[in-house]
């Protein structure tokens, strides 16, 4: 073995090292302690393979993934543009690999509320993805249910029924009926019918999908949380909220023990779980439970764009449960005034905040 070629072989076990730790610490939530690892492992790349390798991509894109996890939208838009081009640089543009970058700059411009720029992008991805791979190949299914999700939001729920139940045909002739990859296509469908308000339908696919991954060995605890409270969200709305507070705080236990309690979307949790203890008329342990969100959230930056609004939104029901409706008030339609700069005035995200603005009016007035 020549010297280079020993030095390169330290190198690559360095970076799957760094790559390991860094995946760890991701999945704990623990971003800033990820971050410079993930850099490392990229640097190494770069060193090893070059700027435009596929081994380069993958390093890219972990690193995107991470700053889009942590808020950091320009950072990581720029990263998954790069990882955009170093696929079709060494794949080419009609490669599953390089669909499958495409919809991971899309998920981003969705999270950024920029459904404009992100649906051609999901488009051709399926596109490509059809084309390689054929119409039923379970690759497909990623870009299926992006571009459903998107479809959802946008309030055309026909569509997105469409690609969903299309998407979990695919799961269920790959995998079977009780596989743990189909219940995530049970979750999917579940959420365009209870969206759609057809909870009758909606719920035997949470409660399959709930059971298919509390059955299953070797299952991540985060999805049987994922669909404790999907099902406790349906429940909510059929009027059921002592059991739908149960399975939120099932759901969180759960979610906490997966994740830890400093993951930011343990924040998602801890807000559901508030809600549904309101509504069982749990008033004091509602805002406990409200003011350690505030307290996980406090560190997060001034509401600049629709990804932030989540903070807003969760001041504006401690407010209401307080009964300073006045400030519930402000905020929600501070809330709504950034949603309107991202989203289109149809946008069903939009429709319902002007909503709960109309129905805090109302309560102010009565």
Not at 250 to 269: F, K, N, S, V, Y
Not at 295 to 314: F, M
Not at 318 to 335: F, N, P, S, T, Y
Request: charged share 25%.
């Amino acid at each position: 073995m020549t010297p280079n070629a020993a030095v390169n072989t330290e190198l690559l076990s360095l970076e799957d090292i760094l790559d390991g730790q860094a995946r760890r610490l991701f999945e704990q939530g623990k971003f800033d302690a990820a971050a410079p690892l993930y850099r490392r492992a990229l640097a190494v790349a770069e060193r090893v393979n070059g700027p435009a390798h596929p081994q380069t991509g993958a390093r890219v894109h972990d690193l995107a993934r991470l700053m889009e996890a942590a808020g950091d939208y320009a950072g990581a838009a720029a990263l998954y543009r790069r990882a955009v081009d170093i696929a079709e640089q060494s794949h080419g543009p009609h490669d599953p690999r390089t669909a499958l970058s495409l919809a991971n700059l899309a998920g981003l411009l969705r999270t950024m509320a920029d459904d404009t720029a992100a649906e051609p992008l999901l488009r051709r991805a399926l596109a490509i993805s059809e084309q390689a791979l054929g119409p039923l190949h379970p690759d497909m299914v990623v870009a299926l249910d992006s571009l459903a999700a998107l479809m959802r939001d946008r309030g055309d729920y026909t569509g997105a029924e469409s690609l969903c139940r299309r998407a979990l045909g695919i799961l269920e002739d790959a995998w079977g009926p009780d596989h743990p990859n189909t219940s995530a296509g049970l979750g999917n469908l579940g959420l365009v019918l209870h969206s759609r308000g057809d909870l009758d339908a909606a719920e035997p696919l949470y409660r399959r999908a709930l059971e298919i991954v509390e059955t299953s060995a070797g299952t991540d605890e985060a999805h049987v949380s994922i669909c404790l409270n999907n099902l406790a969200g349906l429940l909510r709305d059929r009027g059921e909220a002592r059991q739908a507070a149960s399975l939120a705080r099932r759901a969180l236990a759960i979610w906490e023990r997966a994740r830890g309690p400093e993951h930011p979307d343990t924040l998602i949790m801890v807000r559901n779980l508030a809600v549904m203890l309101r509504d069982v008329d749990q008033r004091q342990t509602a805002e406990a439970e409200r003011l350690r969100d505030l307290t996980l959230s406090e560190a997060a930056r001034e509401p600049r764009d629709v990804a932030t609004t989540a903070l807003l939104t969760a001041r504006a029901q401690v407010r209401i449960l307080q009964g300073r409706l006045d400030e519930a008030e402000m905020l929600i339609a501070r809330c709504l005034e950034v949603r309107r700069a991202c989203l289109d005035d149809g946008d069903v995200r939009v429709e319902n905040l002007s909503r709960w603005l109309d129905d805090v009016r109302a309560l102010r007035a009565g």
